[in-house]
């Protein structure tokens, strides 16, 4: 097998994993206030179940990053995937309380270790190719999130039991995941991954860091309070106030289809930096809308913005560390859930507390923080190659040195 062969099978596989976590992530979500009634979850102790998700994975993410020092990356999104698959149907096949909880539980865990992985081989696969393509398998992920969130509707319309509603796509996605995760490909020969990144290392980091958590606490808003803000203050209807979330979700699946072609053309800091300005002058017409239907261009200017930010974002922990980009990447990726974690309980204390018209001005400046640190994406040379069948390309993950 060539070289380009395997890459393009390669990247092939992953793309499949990221659309895959996206179904698994949207499915379970979307049917959160199913899952409450199926168990029986009271509205105190809803939200301790939802925050122990993300904190469990969170958590995994920090096994995985000492986890990858023995094993390839490759071998724990592997197994990590059908877990993740798994425990979602075991959601939906429990009848007691510490069902959902074991449940629940074993999918924060997997899912942690699943996207911590999945990205480490999307920057190592990326500097194989020598161009930018990770803002494709965001995209992949956006489109399953998409279908999922379909299927949640559908499962919802006709009433159906939540086992019943998730068993097709487990069905589906679990065989073709297992045979897609052969072509998974590892950091190329020659690419040695060290074991940290050194003294200084955590300080570079730092601003992605804040970067990623800043981009999640914007995109756990748009997700928890744009159907509460278009019906409670720009009072459109119950069905209009549903369809925010879904125009966020289809820019951000176009957005993040080319957004590469831009990052080729411009470079990633350019690209990071238009995404920052377009997101905060998202949150800017939403806090400012008269009606729902210009909140409704703010919210789809949140997509075509925020959606560049985060997959730049693990691509530059890529470039500023290539040789150990495993490791930035397992810590840069807790930060997403500390940003979901923060996001949605801060919005709702400065709402309640003050105004969610007001409460809506503190992603945006939060998300403008970006541009202060616009320098760690890269300078403006570092557009990568044009294709990796070229001699010559520009490494991603040694900036501006040709190999």
Known sequence: MTVDVRLRRGRCALGFSFFAQGVAFALLVTRIPAIQDRYGISDGLLPAFLAAVPVLAGASSVATEHLVKRVAPSAVLRWAQPLVLLSLLGVGAGSQLWHVAVALGAFGLSVGALDASMNMLGVSLQRAYGRSIMLGFHAAYSFGGILGASAAWAGAHWHLDLFVSYLPAVVLLLPLALLASRDYVDTPPGAVQEKGLGAGGGKLLLPLCLVMACAYIGDSTVANWSAKYLQDVLGSSEQLATVPYNVYMVTTLLGRAVGDLGVRRFGAAAVVRAGTVVAASGFAVVAAAPGAWVGMLGFTLLGIGLCVIVPQTFAAA??????????????????????????????????????????????????????????????????????????????????????
């Open 318 to 403: 890529g470039r500023l560390f290539p040789g150990a980009s495993d490791t930035a990447v397992a810590r840069l990726n807790i930060f997403n859930y500390v940003g979901f974690l923060i996001g949605s309980p801060l919005v709702g204390g400065i709402g309640d507390a003050w105004s969610y018209r007001g409460a809506m001005l503190v992603p945006m400046v939060l998300v403008l923080i970006t541009l202060f640190y616009a320098r760690s994406f890269g300078p403006r040379e570092a557009r990568y190659g044009v294709g990796h069948e070229r001699p010559r390309v520009v490494d991603v993950g040694r900036g501006g040195n040709e190999v």
